[in-house]
């Protein structure tokens, strides 16, 4: 075993000298039995060490995997980041489920400090069931009683799991105090751990953040060697960490999913998409029960500026018709997740969802962070929420997603499919969903870079599948009232590759 940095050597070494000297390696139920029997206080005091253990891991795990995400650059980039962060430790009391998505968050894909809150398909991940039996003997739900003794023997294992398998991800690293603060040392990065972990003032330990209470006053810490609590000023250490996230997400979509100015770069330079343009435009403002519409092409061919094009089109007074828009990018906001949370803040500052549901209201008020829940809540807007206004005669909605590879790149167990499915309460596949006809959907992607799903509500127009480069007709009405000689045209299209 590699050496653990203190305090957390202290409580796996706790926990095993206890489940040594017990001798629960290979116990059944039978004798497991006659120990809770004869030695109840030892049973339940080695729960307490284990529970102590493996809260630390998970809660230190979590902030570290915080700590290096917000050291990479400011959270401005990641949407879903921020709103994650500041629900889970902000605006409600953090749990050890918040600390576990928190984890989940920030930790990257390729990092071996995934694998405990990853879990196998059909199965909770390690930390999803080391809390669920936590939460079960805190409250009494299970005990140390004969009936329960399955569960406990299944507990026990799941925190010998933690404490000696997870708590590895912590061999070789350090936790070292300098200048009054603490760092996280990892193959010679130095991680700065503050606000999250502070010195203790009356000892001098590390103290780690329980969370913020006497509504958001109050900062608590836990000392991670032996339990005391500190309070503190919660403004003091805290708002310089939450108080940016919260004006980026402020006001709707919020500054990370601003793309006025990319629209407006693209409208500025385009020329020559006449006949595509028009294709989109009668297909989008007319009933069809195709209302799927695949657009993509090889790299460079215009696809983003066609689109930016199209959004300030529909947009336009004269049409009025309302449009959820994403251009994916880098970052957390590149993911098929975060881009269903855009869509439905957009909808929500435009008032597009029309309802007194209270449930929904509160899905609004705070979006689920579960994917397989966000798309259901999609879904319920579409379905049941969206009522057009007077001006939009047509009374459709149209709903754009550019850059589907990229999406893919980032993400790829997500799939644009996953949309038009109805999931359970186990995020499981019910059955497939489809939007009604007035919901038009556009989505562009790279040929070759992505396989878009066959559906029979896909919607087949020649010109924009493949997209292909301007052709010298169009390069002609581009420059028409220019009145360029035949020679500038034809160097027009040689230099600039136009086929």
């Known amino acids: 075993m590699s050496k653990l940095p203190e305090p957390l050597s202290k409580h796996v070494n706790r926990f095993n000298e206890q489940f040594t000297q017990m001798k629960l390696g290979n116990i059944n139920n039978d004798q497991f039995i006659e120990l809770m029997t004869n030695q109840k206080a030892s049973v339940n005091n080695l729960l307490m060490a284990g529970l102590g253990a493996s809260t630390l891991i998970l809660r230190l795990g979590a902030v570290i995997q915080l700590s290096k995400k ?20 902000r605006e409600n009391l953090p749990s050890d489920t918040s600390w576990k998505v928190i984890w989940s968050i920030t930790c990257h894909e390729d ?3 995934r694998s405990c809150i990853t879990p196998p398909k059909g199965q909770q991940s390690l930390m999803e069931r080391f809390i669920s039996f936590r939460n079960k003997y805190v409250h009494g739900y299970i005990s140390l009683r004969e009936q329960d003794v399955k569960k406990i023997l299944e507990g026990i294992a799941t925190l010998h799991e933690i404490v ?22 990892e193959k ?61 997400l402020k006001g709707g979509a919020g500054q990370v999913f601003d793309h006025s100015n990319r629209i407006a770069y693209y409208c500025e330079c385009f020329v020559g998409r006449d006949k595509e343009n028009n294709a989109i435009l009668e297909w989008a403002t007319k009933e069809n029960d195709q209302n799927i519409l695949p657009i993509f092409s090889t790299a460079g061919m215009g696809k983003g500026a066609l689109i930016a094009n199209i959004i300030q089109e529909l947009s336009a007074i004269e049409i009025s018709m309302p449009v959820l828009h994403h251009f994916c990018g880098s970052g957390i906001q590149n993911s098929l997740h975060a881009t269903l949370y855009h869509f ?18 509160r899905s609004l008020d705070r979006l689920p962070s579960k994917y397989t829940d966000l798309i259901m809540l999609f879904h319920q807007l579409l379905d049941e929420c969206f009522t057009p206004s007077r001006k939009n005669i047509i009374g459709n909605l149209v709903i754009i997603l550019d850059g589907l590879d990229e999406a893919a790149v980032a993400y790829p167990q997500l799939n644009i499919s996953d949309w038009f499915y ?43 599948q493949p997209l292909r480069g301007l052709t010298e007709e169009s390069v002609e009405m581009a420059l028409e009232k220019f009145n360029p000689s035949k020679e500038f045209l034809s160097q027009v299209i040689i230099r600039g590759a136009i086929q």
């Open 188 to 248: 010679g990065n130095e991680i700065p751990l503050y606000p999250f972990i502070q010195k203790g003032e009356k000892d001098g330990l590390p103290y780690i953040f329980q969370g913020l209470y006497n509504n958001k006053e109050t900062a608590e810490l836990i000392s991670t060697y032996y339990g005391d609590l500190e309070k503190q000023d919660g403004a003091a250490h805290y708002e310089p960490v939450f108080e940016p996230m919260r004006k980026a």
């Open 164 to 185: 000696n398998t997870t708590s590895q991800l912590f061999g070789g690293t350090e936790i070292k105090e300098q200048k009054d603060q603490f760092f996280f040392i």
């Open 111 to 113: 990092s071996p400090w």
């Open 422 to 464: 109805n999931y359970d309460e186990n995020g499981e596949v019910t059955n497939s969903w489809e939007s009604t006809s007035n919901i038009k959907w556009i989505f562009t992607y790279r040929e070759g870079f992505y396989r878009f799903p066959e559906s029979k509500n896909n919607k087949s127009i020649d010109v924009l």
């Open 344 to 361: 439905i803040i957009q909808g929500k500052k435009q008032q597009l969802w029309k309802t007194e549901d209270e449930n929904i209201l």
């Open 70 to 89: 917000l050291e990479e650059g400011t959270p401005e980039d990641d949407a879903l980041l921020m709103k994650q962060i500041v629900d889970n430790l």
